[in-house]
């Protein structure tokens, strides 16, 4: 197995066909047939179904795909990061987000990458913490800012703020802004972000996100939704209050501290820990980590860096 092999299926996995792919790596279907049926043959199993037009991946054929698809980054990460030159850092990255570290730092970020790297090309997507391990695994992200991501050796992870997490809704909703229980906000018409495939991010306590979850009348994975939720007073979210700060300074939304209880939640920097780091990489962790501080210290961000 070869990185061409690799390129090849990638190709023809994403294209759904062989005429199609051996198009778009300017090739003949026939050479690509035989790349793909000499891998088959060396793995010993089929990698696609062959329909009456195009393919359809096998379950091998979308497991060696997540494989392809890490390696090609890292082939081509490599060729960026040796043909770069001490004064200029040029190359590309991909980085993903929860919704926070977006609202606090993407501006912020491209502003300083427009400035200071103008050949540095920057992919930034908000993405769900729950699915921060698939994102990273698969090379879908190079680094990631996200909440409270469950141990794995494939990844490096450092923390680096804490935040309060709180009860918010209407005032007629959750009460005055005195600090309530945790036992008695589960008796409340609650509204939680869903994070992708679990609530880790809103909190590390398995057992009381479990609790919190069997309560939620409604689990969301939109900010917008929620957003419009909690305005007109269908429920009230555990969330933080850089979430919702425009609401809570504009009075349109109360807070209420929780208690006995009390609940926080740790936001971490990640990328794979098997891969050596670019200098694109290192440049882009660093100014993420420093403007992280720069907003937690000015007070934008109210947390407590935990670096």
């Not at 800012?145 to 005032?171: A, C, Q, S």
């Not at 209050?241 to 939640?265: C, S």
């Amino acid at each position: 197995m070869d990185s061409r092999q690799l390129r090849y299926f990638a190709a023809i996995y994403e294209e759904s066909s062989l005429t199609r792919a051996a198009e778009r790596e300017r090739v003949a279907v026939s050479a690509l047939s035989r790349h793909l049926a000499n891998l088959e043959a060396e793995l010993g199993k089929p990698l696609f179904e062959r329909l009456p037009r195009g393919v359809r991946p096998t379950a091998s054929g979308v497991r060696l795909y997540e494989h392809a698809r890490s390696i090609l980054r890292s082939i081509q990460l490599a060729g960026a990061d040796i043909k770069e030159n001490k004064t200029e850092v040029v190359g590309e990255i991909t980085v993903g987000f929860a919704h926070s570290a977006v609202k606090a730092i993407s501006l912020p970020l491209m502003q300083h990458v427009s400035r200071v790297h103008p050949k540095l090309h920057v992919h930034l997507s908000e993405i769900f913490s729950g699915t921060t391990a698939q994102k990273l695994a698969s090379s879908e992200v190079d680094l990631t800012l996200t909440y409270n991501p469950l141990p794995d050796p494939r990844f490096r992870f450092k923390p680096i703020l804490e935040e309060e997490v709180i009860l918010v809704g209407r005032h007629e909703i959750i009460g005055a802004q005195d600090p309530i229980e945790f036992d008695k906000l589960l008796e409340l018409p609650l509204i939680i972000l869903r994070q992708g495939l679990n609530a880790r991010a809103m909190m590390d306590d398995v057992t009381l996100l479990r609790r919190i979850e069997k309560s939620a009348q409604f689990q969301i994975n939109s900010v917008a939704a929620i957003d419009g939720a909690l305005l007109s007073g269908i429920g009230c979210l555990i969330g933080t209050k850089f979430l919702l700060q425009e609401h809570l300074e504009r009075g349109t939304l109360n807070f209420r501290p929780i208690i006995r209880p009390a609940l926080n939640r740790i936001l971490f920097i990640g990328e794979l820990s098997d891969r050596p780091a670019t200098f694109a990489l290192e440049v882009i962790r660093k100014i993420c980590i420093d403007l992280i501080v720069e907003a937690v210290k000015s007070g934008r961000w109210k947390a407590s860096l935990v670096l």
